[in-house]
């Protein structure tokens, strides 16, 4: 089983950025990564996604433009910048990977098999 773990997450202003990282136990390059989110009250949703090769990626309608996915092999990470953010961006950030997974147009949790534990972000002013 891979262990994923999230970090930089935090309080940001309106209109701030941050830089979420995901980092694995295992080779995350073999792995499809996945970014999601669970606001209180509310259902987990995809954010965005990129393919174990690295040559695809996808982006939830809603942070398109703002948000970019990335690796850092070297790190053996995955990083999740998020610029622009809005107060409805406020979650917990669940990093999820695949092994050899793709990143289907639909950003979907039954696609992923192993998940980290969360990391808190705040927008607020």
């Known amino acids: 089983q891979l262990q994923l773990v999230e970090s930089g997450g935090g309080l940001v202003q309106p209109g701030g950025s941050l830089r979420l990282s995901c980092a694995a136990s295992?080779?995350?390059?073999?792995?499809?990564v996945g970014w999601f989110r669970q606001a209180p009250g509310k259902e987990r949703e995809g954010v965005a996604c990129?393919?174990?090769?690295?040559?695809?990626?996808n982006y939830a309608a809603y942070v398109k433009g703002r948000f970019t996915i990335s690796r850092d092999n070297a790190k053996n990470t995955v990083q999740l910048q998020m610029n622009h953010l809005l107060p409805e961006d406020t979650a917990v950030y669940y990093c999820?990977?695949?092994?050899?997974?793709?990143?289907?147009?639909?950003?979907?949790?039954?696609?992923?098999?192993?998940w980290g534990q969360g990391t808190q972000v705040t927008v607020s002013s």
């Open positions: 295992g080779f995350l390059l073999d792995y499809g």
């Open positions: 990129i393919s174990s090769s690295g040559g695809s990626t």
């Open positions: 999820a990977a695949e092994y050899l997974g793709g990143c289907p147009r639909r950003i979907a949790m039954q696609d992923f098999d192993n």
